[in-house]
């Protein structure tokens, strides 16, 4: 039988593909002379009967464009020249690192490009101005992504998209588009497209009339994450197809439409995080086939019966979060007709007794119920039993759950336990666990069975681990070599004692170490080095001793080393730290002078507070190290220091977030009681602040 190979005109333009991109990592390494058969290459797909290329995928996940992995391809995209390929009609090079892309200039684009039906370039580093110069001759288009391309230039994308009379799949997400011509009737989109996908992008009006007279028989609309306003329009029942509509995170008012019931084939609606109101309509419970519902996040209220749900037997995803005026009235042996797979009813009130219908509930994968007023659990074993089968995320914190947990692995990739009243020792957690969330209990003993139980076979996924103001003791034990994931950990405000474990310094991967407030002592003699991603570092209120580190990570833009026994100068490196923005010594016995470049670091916010205890250190922002410490306790002890406190604390607070929050006035300074009772109070605010932040940029 002959043997197909590919056709040598096609390979030559591959190579020069080749030649034009930026491969750092040799992901086209078998792009090479010595396999010349370019059918063979990684990537490139051919017909079997004639050896012409029709497929060019070298997409990788969005995650790893997200995290700028070794996979991603860069440089320029020579869309002119890929489209020489007279037989391609598939074409992703989505998730990789290409920086610009050329245009077709219309007097030069192959005759041939109308075979193209399949382009995906989204998730790339380029934007884009031209849509219509480069788009007219892709007529046979059937599928178009640019998700995340920057298209902020571009004023008539729509006109762009009327020009590809056969599409009928268009994602354009996070793309910075804000003309959506929210006053024409009428736009010639493709009569095939079934898809639309205008998510997070700027769009500031009302629902566009143009999207209800569409003559397409769309099924999927996105619309989310737009800023979208006014009440949802009754002419939205002219998409009669329409299985999936997500209106969610926009400006919508008024009360969710009763007529939304007649949207007989919808299987996901989405109108969470709106400004909706009133009651969630009866006519709603005739959507048999839904399968995702989610209207959380608005200001809805009434009463929820089993009649609600009567006729979900479709239903996977249920989404009622924050919606604080809705109450259930469900009888307590009620069996849904659903099985769920993820269940989201944060700040609503379930308690005070934990719902016995969830135990029916065989398939769930996500259960959060955080902050909804549960206290009483009937059958602790059930409970126990029923989470450690789920497992992909539990969130039960900020209830007022109590008792000891029994001893049971718990197996979600995400656990969140906070804020509840839980006693005893630290449960068993598996290895498939990411996120473990248990502060703001009173957990005791010992973390070594919940980091180096044999459960977990040496396999350490954990990423984040916050395990803040409890009352576990003890020393931390030196199993963390395997933890390399890690990037985020709290232990502060427990009662540890002893020094760090060697191993710690193993964990490469922290942005953000947190072990204020314990009893540990020894010198801090990590290279700090080593925490080549460190952002946040707290070691307040511990007993550390010996110098400052002299190896500052630059990604550091938090250092909290207070209320220790540190000794020695202040580093002058430390002003070698462009992020850095809090930096707090107060109380240790560091001496000399102030590094010069400290008082003149322009992101620095921190100021003569971070330096105060220190009585042989001088330098700006202290003008002197002990006389005016002296001169202003003796003003306060003229004064009412309770009153002097509070007045501090509220000018503080009052002066505003960037600054009034870092200063307060110098009787805080002086009085090393009242700093660390102010400074516990900081701690945590800046401790929840920044990790906050951290997590919400990370996700995006």
């Known amino acids: ?131 219509h110069n480069w788009l007219s001759p892709l007529s046979s288009l059937k599928y178009l992504n640019l998700r995340r391309i920057d298209l902020s230039n571009e004023t008539n994308w729509l006109h762009s998209m009327a020009m590809l009379p056969s599409l009928s799949e268009l994602y354009l997400t996070l793309c910075g588009l804000s003309n959506i011509n929210p006053s024409l009737n009428y736009v010639n989109l493709s009569s095939s497209l079934v898809t639309l996908d205008l998510s997070y992008n700027n769009f500031k009006s009302e629902l566009p009339n143009w999207l209800f007279n569409l003559t397409s028989p769309i099924s999927y609309l996105d619309l989310s994450g737009n800023s979208f306003y006014g009440q949802i329009p009754i002419s939205l029942l002219r998409l009669q197809n329409l299985q999936s509509l997500n209106l969610g995170f926009n400006k919508l008012n008024g009360s969710i439409p009763y007529w939304l019931g007649q949207h007989e084939h919808l299987q996901h609606l989405d109108l969470s995080y709106n400004l909706l109101s009133g009651s969630i309509p009866s006519t709603l419970a005739n959507l048999s086939s839904l399968t995702d519902l989610a209207v959380g996040g608005n200001s809805l209220v009434g009463v929820l019966s089993e009649a609600n749900f009567s006729k979900f037997s479709n239903l996977e995803a249920l989404n009622l979060d924050y919606s604080t005026g809705l109450e259930f009235d469900l009888d307590s042996n009620w069996i849904p007709p659903f099985q769920l797979h993820k269940l989201s009813l944060r700040n609503i009130s379930l308690g005070p007794n934990f719902p016995t219908w969830l135990y029916t509930q065989k398939s769930l994968d996500s259960l959060l119920i955080s902050s909804s007023g549960i206290s009483s659990i009937d059958d602790e074993d059930m409970f126990w039993s029923f989470l450690a089968k789920i497992n992909g995320e539990v969130d039960i914190s900020r209830n007022s759950i109590s008792g000891d947990i029994p001893k049971i692995t718990l197996n979600s990739s995400y656990i969140d336990l906070s804020y509840n009243d839980f006693t005893g020792d630290l449960p068993h957690i598996s290895s498939n666990v990411i996120h473990f969330g248990a502060s703001h209990n009173s957990f005791s003993g010992s973390i070594f069975s919940l980091l180096c139980h044999p459960v977990r076979n040496g396999k350490n996924d954990i990423q984040h681990l916050e395990l803040s103001n409890n009352l576990l003791t003890g020393e931390l034990p030196d199993c963390w070599a395997n933890w390399k994931r890690m990037d985020y950990l709290n232990l502060g405000n427990n009662k540890l004692t002893g020094e760090l474990p060697p191993s710690m310094v ?64 202040i580093p002058p490196n430390i002003c070698n730290l462009p992020n850095l923005m809090i930096l707090d010594l107060a109380d240790n016995m560091l001496f000399g002078s102030i590094p010069r470049c400290v008082y003149n670091m322009t992101a620095l916010v921190s ?57 307060v006035c110098g009787s805080i300074f002086c009085i090393r009681a009242w700093r660390h009772r102010f400074f516990q109070w900081f701690d945590d605010a800046v401790d929840g602040v920044y990790v906050a932040m951290a997590l919400k940029f990370k996700s995006c």
């Open 506 to 569: 193993t964990l490469s991967s922290l942005n953000v170490l947190v072990l204020r407030n314990n009893s540990f002592f020894g010198n801090f003699s990590f290279n700090l080095s080593s925490f080549s991603n460190l952002e946040f570092l707290n070691l307040a209120e511990n007993k550390f001793s010996g110098s400052l580190p002299n190896t500052l990570q630059q990604s550091l833009a938090v250092i909290q080393l207070r209320s220790n026994q540190f000794t020695g100068r």
């Open 607 to 663: 100021g003569a507070m971070s330096f105060v205890g220190n009585p042989e250190l001088c330098g700006a922002p202290l003008n002197n190290c002990t006389e005016p410490e002296k001169q202003n306790q003796k003003q306060l002890e003229e004064g009412d220091e309770d009153d002097i406190f509070l007045k501090s604390l509220y000018l503080g607070m009052g002066v505003g977030f960037a600054v009034g929050f870092w200063v």
């Open 1 to 131: 039988m002959q043997v197909i190979r590919c056709n040598e005109k096609d390979r030559c333009v591959l190579s020069t593909f080749k030649a034009g991109v930026e491969d750092p990592y040799n992901r086209l390494s078998s792009w090479s002379n010595e396999e010349d058969d370019c059918c063979a290459w990684i990537g490139v797909h051919c017909d079997n009967l004639t050896g012409r290329v029709t497929m060019l995928d070298l997409h990788n996940d969005p995650q790893d464009y997200l995290e700028h992995t070794k996979l991603l391809v860069g440089g320029e995209i020579s869309l002119s020249n890929l489209l020489q390929l007279e037989f391609l009609n598939y074409l992703d090079l989505s998730s990789n690192n290409f920086r610009a892309i050329s245009i077709i200039p219309p007097s030069k684009s192959p005759p041939n490009i109308s075979k193209l039906e399949h382009l995906d370039l989204s998730y790339n580093s380029f934007g884009m101005d031209n849509l």
